[in-house]
């Protein structure tokens, strides 16, 4: 009994515990039902284009009342897509906002004690449209732009959407849908296109959709895989290397061959990448221009300037398009055809040059060749040039050497027995020149070039002394002619050769032609040294800067004293010496004339008594006799006083030359004030203060002898001197030819004339020979080099070297903006810059050809020409002991060289060039 009332006691327990739970479950299954029934509807619907409201409705109690306070903020799955603005009233109507484009859900909650209300809507904000983006391309799809794909090829393309807002362009996640499957497909996930095998061409449509909206499908046309590409000129197909004659141009026609043999324009293939001028040269759209006409290609060249090397002229053209699929990618392997454009220049001309326009005996004759095209400018590098005779039966007079584009004419000596061998047993006199022939070709197809330069035959007869004088080009002239660096380190002066010399016998002119050397003119130099502590060169006693700054200032004043104390007495000295010389040479010049006429009368009563002399002889008779010896006395006393005239002459002209030397050591001592503040000490002490002084005597033996004084003639130069009396003896001697007298000297000059009959002396200084044409010619390309200009292309280039081998190891990525700024850099700004500052080497270089003097010049009689030696400014070393060197000034005073007078026929020739 016992037991039964326990097991009935648990049971109304466990009873009573099972209900109590069930309300609490129902309690709480009540509260979730409340929060799930929250009702939101969006006007307008989505998509959402402009403000909306969303009402709250509660679907258990229709007529519920919402307290704007009872709202919790709202959430959103996507922030900032829209904004959401509460409702202020009861009727729980919430405002809508879009901020931008893209799909969101917002979450509202309502408590009201035990009232949990709660729902959630999505919003979706359109973009404004949909756009395609391939991999390959980097950039959306145009409106209405088909996509292109090869057939095989698959692609995940990325879809970008336009915000309503900024409109900028937004990835979004796309589902793509073919509208012709057999054409193109998409994938399960819809995010992939794959290009079914088609024959020529097929269309389909993908329709977009983002985020449940449709937008404007996207047309896409699959084309037939590539097999080759092929580029045509005038019919025919190019294989790798295309020239194009200077200044002409080309039309090419591009073909596209499919896998199937459908042939295909490159308009068809919008992803056909035609590429010019890569990789290499830079410049090489200055002189190649292409640009796409449709589906042709033209090109159009320019003329080549003077001396563009041939490297510099070529072009790549290359065009690269989609060929068959890779089946481990699934992308299509690319088919490129690489056409190499080159310019051909057309036919030009042969120019020649020699070293001298006349072989002389025993001599030879430097040729130089250079061929030029149609524009002028030399070929480089330049073809093979071949040299003969134009007439064979020349080379029994020459031999003809060639040496690469150079050939040397050799003078030869035949016998008598090789000249009557080589022309029917007769001997023939040497013809008055030679023609050599110059025969070349731009390349192996174009037609041969001509030139011809005749070289004239000459014996040189003898030689003389030619009287020049050198002028200093001005920087500005020598810089336009010859280009900045060689005004910076040459001395430019142009020396004027006229033929006008004199026969000395006859002092008429010779009528010949002269050969003058550019080896035979030596300059006289002025030096300046300086102390180069580098040379290691030992000196007992070197002083410093500031001793030496010392010393300057001491020397300067010690100058101004000297400068104030000496002035007026050495301008007085001055104008007394001048005074005193010009007396000299008027006492000179009355001494001559008076000379002269005592000559003059001694030489007519010569005449008269060696006259008297005959006729005693021929008439044997005493007064004829007696006339003759008073004719002698009188002839006799005339030659005494000429005798004395002329020694009288000649005192005043060694009065003459003594003054002028002293006036000229005088000059020299008021130039430097005082000798013995113009000079440190002597050559074993060095300054080390940086400057240049001038190089002194103690360095240098520069002082040049005085010129010899022109010589008086004497009385038996005219063939006077003293008769002896006719006697008996005498007159019965057989009468003898009456020896015709020497003609007198002509009149003296006058005094002013004499004055300026010779230039001083340059005094203190050394000879220094220009540099030889060769020299000059040869250096052109290493000056070029020192140039600013060809610095800063070579750091330009460099640049770009450095940049390109950059990008070609880190390659960047393909939105990158590097490899278009690159290739601008090179075929736009270099070539730009080339055009803007141009290279005039070979200007210069045809400069110094035709206007620095050669190693002969031939000035026919009574004409002259201009040449332009060289000089260098530039240190030179181990001229004197432990110090550097430089020529700090030229002599502008007439000198002589030495010229070959030579005997031809005919008249000087140039070498001609034929066209």
């Known amino acids: 009994m016992n037991f039964s009332c326990s097991i009935y006691k648990n049971r109304t327990l466990l009873t009573f515990a099972v209900v109590i739970l069930l309300c609490v479950l129902c309690a709480t299954l009540r509260g979730v039902t409340a929060q799930s029934q929250l009702k939101l509807t969006l006007d307008p619907p989505s998509p959402l284009n402009g403000k909306g409201k969303i009402t709250v409705a509660d679907p258990a109690n229709a007529t519920r009342q919402f307290d704007p306070s009872k709202f919790k903020p709202i959430t959103q799955s996507t922030a900032g897509i829209v904004s959401v603005t509460p409702p202020t009233q009861n009727d729980g109507v919430f405002e809508v906002t879009p901020l931008k484009s893209g799909a969101t859900t917002l979450t ?50 990325t879809i970008m959407g336009k915000d309503f807002k900024t409109q900028e362009l937004r990835q979004v996640q796309a589902i793509l849908t073919s509208n012709n499957p057999d054409v193109v497909s998409s994938s399960n996930d819809k995010t992939k296109l794959i290009a079914q095998n088609v024959t020529g061409m097929a269309d389909a449509s993908i329709s977009v959709k983002v985020d449940d909206v449709p937008y404007d499908p996207i047309k896409v046309q699959v084309i037939e895989a590539i097999d080759r590409i092929e580029v045509i000129s005038d019919g025919v197909t190019i294989n790798k290397k295309l020239p194009v004659p200077e200044g002409d141009t080309k039309n090419l026609t591009v073909k596209i061959v499919g896998v199937n043999g459908t042939v295909y324009k490159p308009s068809d293939f919008p992803t056909l990448n035609i590429t010019i001028g890569d990789p290499e040269p830079a410049v090489a759209p200055f002189f190649i221009k292409a640009k796409r006409d449709g589906d042709n290609l033209q090109l159009t060249t320019n003329n080549l300037p003077l001396g563009t090397p041939l490297g510099k002229q070529d072009l790549i053209l290359k065009i690269q398009g989609r060929g068959k699929v890779d089946p481990a990618t699934g992308s299509p392997t690319d088919v490129t055809t690489t056409i190499e454009v080159s310019v051909i220049q057309k036919a030009g001309a042969i120019k020649l040059t020699s070293s001298s326009p006349t072989l002389i005996q025993g001599g030879r004759v430097v040729i130089n060749a250079v061929v030029v095209g149609r524009s002028g400018g030399a070929v480089i590098p330049s073809p093979d040039v071949t040299f003969s005779l134009e007439k064979p039966t020349d080379s029994l007079w020459v031999t003809l050497l060639q040496s690469g584009n150079e050939a040397t004419l050799v003078w030869k000596n035949p016998t008598d027995e090789e000249i009557k061998a080589a022309n029917n047993n007769q001997v023939v006199p040497r013809p008055q020149d030679v023609v050599v022939v110059a025969t070349s070709r731009l390349t192996a197809d174009s037609p041969e070039i001509t030139g011809k330069i005749a070289i004239e035959m000459g014996e040189i007869q003898g030689f003389d002394f030619l009287k020049i004088k050198l002028n200093i080009m001005d920087a500005r002239t020598a810089t336009d002619l010859y280009g900045k660096v060689t005004s910076d380190e040459y001395y430019v002066l142009t020396v004027r050769l006229f033929n006008d010399l004199k026969d000395e016998k006859t002092q008429q002119g010779t009528g010949k032609s002269i050969l003058a050397y550019s080896s035979s003119i030596e300059v006289a130099v002025g030096l300046e040294k300086r102390f180069n502590p580098g040379r290691d060169s030992f000196f007992p006693s070197v002083i410093s800067k500031s001793e030496a700054d010392r010393l300057a200032k001491l020397r300067a004043e010690k100058a101004a004293e000297l400068a104030n104390t000496r002035i007026n007495n050495e301008v007085t000295a001055a104008q007394n010496a001048q005074s005193a010389l010009m007396t000299a040479i008027n006492e000179q010049y009355s001494a001559r004339q ?5 000559v003059n009368t001694a030489i007519e009563k010569k005449v008269v008594a060696e006259k008297s002399i005959e006729h005693a002889r021929l008439t044997q008779s005493k007064a004829d006799q007696n006339a003759a010896n008073i004719a002698i006395n009188d002839y006799n006393t005339a030659f005494i006083s000429a005798d004395a005239a002329l020694e009288k002459a000649r005192d005043a002209e060694d009065k003459v030359e003594k003054l002028r030397a002293a006036a000229a050591r005088a000059a020299a001592d008021r130039a430097i004030l005082n000798p013995d503040i113009s000079t440190y000490f002597d050559p074993s002490i060095a300054i080390n203060d940086y400057k240049w002084h001038p190089a002194s005597k103690y360095d240098l033996n520069r002082i040049m002898p005085p010129p010899e004084p022109t010589p008086t003639p004497t009385p038996d130069a005219n063939g006077l001197g003293l008769l002896p009396p006719l006697t008996d003896a005498g007159l019965r001697a057989m009468p003898t030819q009456t020896p015709t007298p020497t003609p007198p000297p002509s009149p003296s000059p006058s005094p002013a004339e004499d004055e300026d009959r010779q230039d001083p002396p340059c005094v203190g200084v050394v000879t220094y020979r220009p540099f030889t044409f060769e020299m000059m010619v040869n250096t052109v390309d290493r000056r070029e080099e020192r140039s600013t200009r060809s610095k800063v292309f070579r750091i330009l280039d460099f640049i770009g070297t450095g940049t390109s081998f950059v990008t070609s190891v880190a390659i960047p990525g393909p939105s990158s903006d590097l490899p278009l700024g690159l290739e601008k850099y090179r075929n736009l700004l270099i070539p730009g810059l080339d055009k803007l500052y141009p290279n005039y080497k070979e200007q210069q270089r045809q400069n110094i050809v035709s206007q620095a003097m050669k190693e002969i010049e031939e000035i026919p009689f009574g004409s002259d020409i201009t040449r332009v030696i060289f000089i260098p400014k530039k240190t030179i070393h181990g001229l004197i002991r432990g110090h550097d060197v430089r020529i700090s000034e030229i002599c502008p005073y007439f000198f002589k060289i030495r010229v070959a007078i030579v005997t031809k026929q005919g008249v000087v020739q140039q070498g001609t060039i034929a066209q």
């Open 108 to 157: 509202i909650r309502y408590e009201d004690g035990q009232t949990v209300l709660q729902g959630s809507i999505n919003v979706v904000v359109p973009y404004t449209e949909a756009r395609l983006q391939v991999p390959q391309k980097g950039e959306p799809l145009k409106k209405d732009e088909i996509l292109k794909l090869v057939s095989g090829q698959s692609i995940v393309p």
């Open 594 to 598: 008076t000379a002269i006429n005592f």
